[in-house]
């Protein structure tokens, strides 16, 4: 099996996407405010209660370790909400691939409103990007390493043309301001 290599013409695609993709990085997004929480407690009963969470949409992300053959990984986020005693709770968790769960945060009301780092825009905002960046990263290296697309890239007729295609889509929704 050999891997597909962008054409000169898709090259020139990739550099003004890498390009588009850095400057949006730039913006900054906005962290879980006091607003946002307001907003929140108006969709949460009186009194006590407890919500489960259940994982979101997986967003993909680089490790950058070089120990890792794959490089790309999933992970999806949730939080279980929940008010005992009067004393608002969020706890935010993330899960991988493999169903581990993990406990990222614990906030109770009063404590910092940054500890809500999977609430905020700063990870809601990434999600789009992070699927460009794979996309763009599969069309270069002619490799699926999340196993994303239906068929294998050899199954493919042009494998970097449909993950440039599928990058600018990622780009087109993220300007659209969607979220996960
Ligand atoms: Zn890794």
Redesign the pocket.
């Known amino acids: 099996m050999s891997l597909q290599k962008p054409s000169n013409h898709e090259q020139g695609q990739l550099v003004a996407l890498w390009s588009e993709l850095n400057n949006r990085k730039r913006t900054s997004p906005k962290p879980f405010s006091s607003a946002d929480l307001e907003v929140l407690k108006t969709h949460i009963p009186e009194g006590d209660f407890t919500w489960g969470g259940e994982p979101g949409e997986w967003h993909v992300y680089?490790?950058?370790?070089k120990d890792?053959d794959?490089?790309?990984?999933l992970v999806a986020y949730y939080e279980d909400i929940s008010r005992n005693n009067g004393v608002l709770t969020i706890d935010g968790y993330s899960v991988d691939e493999d169903g581990n769960h993990d406990l990222d945060f614990e906030w109770h009301d009063g404590d910092d409103l940054s500890e809500l780092y999977s609430m905020s825009e700063e990870i809601q905002s990434a999600f789009f990007l992070g699927w460009a960046e794979y996309w763009i990263n599969a069309a270069e290296t002619g490799l699926d390493p999340c196993s994303i697309a239906i068929d294998t890239p050899s199954k493919h007729d042009n494998w970097p043309k449909f993950c440039i295609n599928a990058a600018k889509n990622m780009l087109v929704y993220d300007s659209k301001g969607e979220t996960a």
């Open positions: 680089s490790c950058g370790d890792c794959r490089q790309w990984h």
